[in-house]
């Protein structure tokens, strides 16, 4: 078994406890005075006992748990896996270590107990948590992946989302840019809505809150398992319509105090660049692009007589840096047989790649449990992140700049070359010349380098707490009762001052300072009844239990311009009064109340049927369809417990799993399920009373603005599983497979109508999406002597197809300065935002080849179109594809080429380890990912009129 190197600090008996009272009051106020008593009276009559503890090899193990049975004492092996310990005679110590079967020995009359503990290969009895409580993997009939999170940790995760790319089959993680925040999308099993969020739900410690976990220390996580299908899913409902993702964090076990202090240390660069050209190749085409087109060099430096003249700048290296990770660590847990306690705190630094950005996190997080009697439990997690980042900058955007800052002044004729880092003897920088606007340099563009070394410098700021409480009463035998509240809180802040920038003469000419701050509210409470019946042949595990939560978030931000100082962060002290902006709103609340039943029965532990019902209620829809009811069911057999199979002496488990259920999704806050009047903007001519003409007044009145569906409701989401888990080798190679189809229907989304009815479109339920794939997990992990080996393979694969959206939906989201209209659609019998633009089907090769185009489509349309693709195309360009067969090119000639979803994704994890040494290889990667080209977005963006 892997044993990883740590600084492990412990103080033995009354020590541990005095020292544990200072980070956590609670727990000792739980030992009363008997207690007390009883432990004095044990000191005194305990001898000392040493021992070793090994594996089956001889190998010592170390930093076993090695507790006396009822009391709080206890202790771990050292680096040699010996131990010694006061205990009386006829006391039970209980020796335990991670992935061994754990050992209880009585103390008699020997003074030394060589102690050798078996490795644990048998994964089926392992407990995982599911919605509303856990379960024996062996009993599972839905689709849920447990996460190894020890070797997601060896990878030193910024984020939980980054942690989880490659983890596991049919989720796929994408890092949503390259900033130090590690930010990630997940999806799970594909993108089965168009205008609600495809994101999944995330659950911690019981608690749904929602869907990002960023807030959350990677550190703090003690398991992640992963629900994908919907009989897994079907117990959350519409929150987890998008599969769900379950986070339990770490708490204190009895009989033990912990202090756990970890460092990491990390350096990062820029490893793959984007291949462009240097000054000179770049000179080249301008010259030769100028030349084809019969026009002039707006930038003399890049002329014939300045050939080998420019200095070259290398954009990608000058905003990339070697940036470097800190990453701290501490946390106490422990507590006694009554009461367990935990606490950490953390501490990220990380810079990022791009000059002065940056990205830092303070995790605190709090927890305790504390058994009041025997039969009632009362629990609480406090937790809380604060996050700094100061974070822009985009790769591509660097590659496409001009690779010189090198010009010739218009006015003096005079060769001006500087580097991106030069400065005036007033300490300012230079810039790119900034009277052309003909292509071969770019206007108004200023140095990015600068712009960073000039930009404020104040980061944004977010805060996050998360407080759950709960109690939890055994009400008789196999009975229990759990209530559960929360209160979730975000903040996030931010504000930026923008000086004049005079490298730039089209920029403002005033300084200007803005602020902005948003606030999200979620409150929720959850109570369930838990009931399990066991027999040796019989096992039922019934729960029951209701929900309520409420959303709202309200923002607000101010603006003003003209401040007399640079320091200046007060919009009241503009020097410019009528500049200050203000807006802010509330958002509309979003209210959930659902009841739940779940039933899990057990035949001969061979048998296995899993049954779900949710009945769902949304504030997003009108009185009439605010309830929605989502059932499913799941089968399992365990064919290995079969004689026929038993007999054969190969399978260690062999179980196939079918399963179908529906969720529901409730898109976002809308209002659009109301009928509304408004008066805004609406006003009738009244004419006087007797009729005379010309003689009209102005008078307010109330309309119809938009047609309202009053029937709005729920998204339906509708998945079939079937699924084969297969445990070979004593269960040291485990296979896990899944087909599934996941079909949403009744989408909420506008549709476009009739302009006979005086509306353009109505949001309603239209449509259907489907999702399916294969996926395939395999592991194998063994132990050889001294060595251990282990290795982890997911694959996926996707195909996702709209089948019903009516009109073509159009997305243009691209970053400010590089929209190029409707550049993705989803549209039937294609993928959800698939590619959307002109088929090139060549180049021309000849101006003549030009001219006879355009001459046979002025003559086609009797010279209204003259052009028939540019009338600036010249041989060399593309030459896009007529597919409507009308003689030109326009907008009615586009189509889908191609999506962002990949045919297979996939993972891959190599670790070994030999005694206290271990090593891990982790890949991931996709295939059959068809990427956008920005390079064509920005060639071909500005367009005539009918093209």
């Not at 791009?354 to 609480?380: Q, W």
Request: charged share 20%; proline share 2%; aromatic share 10%.
């Amino acid at each position: 078994m892997k044993k990883h190197i740590r600084i492990l600090l412990f103080i033995k008996t009354m020590g541990v406890v005095f020292l544990f009272n200072l980070f956590c009051t609670i727990p000792m106020m739980a030992s009363d005075d008997v207690a007390n008593q009883e432990v004095t009276t044990t000191q005194q009559e305990s001898k000392q006992i040493t021992g070793t503890i090994s594996d089956e090899n001889g190998e010592p193990i170390v930093g076993a748990n090695i507790v006396v049975v009822g009391t709080a004492t206890g202790i771990i092996s050292d680096i040699d896996g010996k131990f010694q310990l006061n205990v009386r005679e006829g006391a039970e110590i209980r020796i335990s270590y991670i992935g061994y079967h754990p050992q209880t020995i009585r103390v008699g009359t020997r003074n030394n107990y060589p102690i050798v503990l078996k490795e644990d290969t048998e994964t089926l009895d392992e407990v995982v948590v599911v919605g509303y409580g856990t379960m024996k993997k062996s009993d599972i009939s839905g689709s849920i992946v447990s996460v190894n999170r020890e070797e997601m940790m060896k990878r030193n995760p910024i984020s939980i989302t980054q942690g989880l790319q490659g983890a596991a089959a049919g989720v796929m993680v994408t890092r949503t840019s390259g900033d130090p925040s590690g930010e990630a999308t997940v999806r799970i099993r594909g993108v089965a809505t168009v205008n609600g969020s495809a994101d999944p739900l995330y659950v911690v410690d019981g608690v749904q809150v929602g869907s990002s976990i960023d807030f959350l220390n990677p550190a703090d996580v003690e398991s992640i398992e992963i629900l994908k299908d919907a009989s897994a899913t079907a117990i959350y409902g519409a929150r987890g319509a998008n599969g769900v993702i379950m986070v339990t964090t770490k708490r204190g076990e009895q009989g033990k105090v912990n202090i756990d202090f970890s460092a990491n240390f990390g350096i990062q660069d820029l490893r793959g660049k984007l291949d462009v050209a240097d000054a000179g190749l770049f000179a080249y085409s301008v010259r030769q692009g100028r030349s084809n087109d019969g026009a002039i060099i707006s930038n003399k430096a890049f002329g014939d007589e300045y050939i080998g003249k420019l200095h070259s700048i290398d954009w990608q290296d000058a905003m990339t840096q070697a940036a470097f990770r800190q990453n701290y660590m501490l946390s106490v847990s422990g507590g006694t047989e009554k009461t367990q306690s935990t606490f950490s705190v953390g501490y990220l630094d990380n810079e990022g790649i791009v000059p002065e950005t940056k990205y830092s996190r303070l995790t605190a997080r709090a927890g305790t449990i504390y058994k009041a009697k025997d039969f009632i439990e009362v629990g609480g997690n406090l937790s809380f992140q604060h996050n700094e980042r100061n974070i822009t900058g985009n790769l591509r955007n660097y590659a496409i700049l001009t690779p010189t800052m090198d010009y010739v002044d218009e006015v003096t004729g005079e060769f001006i070359s500087h580097n991106y880092d030069d400065r005036a003897t007033d300490g300012s920088y230079y810039g790119f010349m900034q009277t052309s606007g003909e292509g071969d340099i770019q206007k108004g563009q200023d140095n990015p380098y600068a712009a960073r070394k000039e930009a404020d410098k104040a980061p944004d700021y977010s805060n996050n707490v998360l407080v759950s409480a709960y109690l939890d009463f055994k009400l008789f035998k196999g009975l229990s009762f759990r209530t559960q509240g929360s209160y979730h809180f975000n903040s996030y802040d931010e504000s930026n001052f923008n000086t004049v920038n005079y490298r730039v003469p089209s920029s403002a000419a005033f300084n200007s300072f803005s602020m902005k701050q948003n606030q999200s509210n979620d409150i929720a409470l959850e109570s369930y009844f838990t009931y399990k019946w066991n027999t040796d042949i019989h096992s039922l595990n019934l729960v029951a239990g209701n929900t309520v939560s409420n959303y709202w978030q309200h923002s607000v931000e101010a603006s003003a311009n003209n401040f007399l100082s640079d320091t200046y962060r007060d919009i009241s002290l503009t020097s410019d009064q009528s500049s200050r902006i203000g807006n802010g709103s509330y958002s509309l609340k979003t209210r959930y109340i659902s009841y739940y039943g779940r039933a899990i029965y057990s035949l001969a532990n061979r048998y296995i049927l899993t049954a779900t019902v949710r009945r769902d209620g949304s504030s997003n829809f009108g009185s009439g369809n605010r309830w929605g009811v989502f059932p499913s069911t799941a089968l399992a057999w365990r064919v290995s417990e079969e004689d026929f199979i038993k007999n054969l002496n190969f399978f260690s488990n062999l179980k196939l799993r079918i399963g179908w259920g529906q969720t529901g999704n409730a898109g976002n806050a809308t209002n659009l399920s109301v009928a509304q009047l408004s008066s805004n903007r609406v006003s009738y001519d009244w004419g006087s009373l007797n009729g005379s003409t010309g003689d009209y007044t102005k008078m307010p009145g109330i309309a119809q603005l938009k047609e309202i569906d009053t029937n709005l409701k729920w998204e339906t989401n509708t998945q079939t599983n079937i699924g084969l888990d297969i445990g070979l080798l004593n269960n040291s190679l485990n296979i896990t497979m899944d087909y599934f189809i996941r079909d949403s229907k009744d989408l909420l989304l506008y549709r476009s109508m009739r302009p006979s009815t005086g509306y353009n479109e109505v949001y309603t339920n239209a449509g259907h999406i489907q999702n399916k794939g294969f996926e395939l997990n395999v592991a194998y992990n063994k132990r050889f002597g001294n060595w251990t080996l282990g290795v982890a393979l997911s694959g996926a694969t996707l195909k996702n197809k709209a089948i019903e959206v009516g009109d073509p939906i159009y997305h243009e989201d691209f970053d400010a300065g590089d929209e190029w209209e409707d550049h993705s659609v989803t549209m039937n019998k294609y993928a959800v935002g698939s590619y959307y633009g002109y088929e090139v089907e060549g180049i021309f090769q000849s101006q003549e080849e030009v001219d006879a185009l355009n001459a046979r489509v002025s003559e086609l349309t009797n010279g209204e179109i003259t052009a028939y693709q540019l009338q600036a195309t010249t041989a060399g360009d593309y030459k896009f594809k007529d597919l409507n067969n009308d003689g030109y090119i326009d907008g009615s000639d586009r189509t889908v080429l191609g999506n962002g979803f990949p045919t297979l994704n996939y993972g891959l994890t190599l670790t070994a380890g030999y005694k206290n040494f271990d090593a891990m290889v982790y890949m991931y990667g996709v295939s059959g990912m068809e990427i956008y080209s920005y390079a064509s977005m920005c060639i071909f963006r500005s367009m005539p009129t009918h093209f």
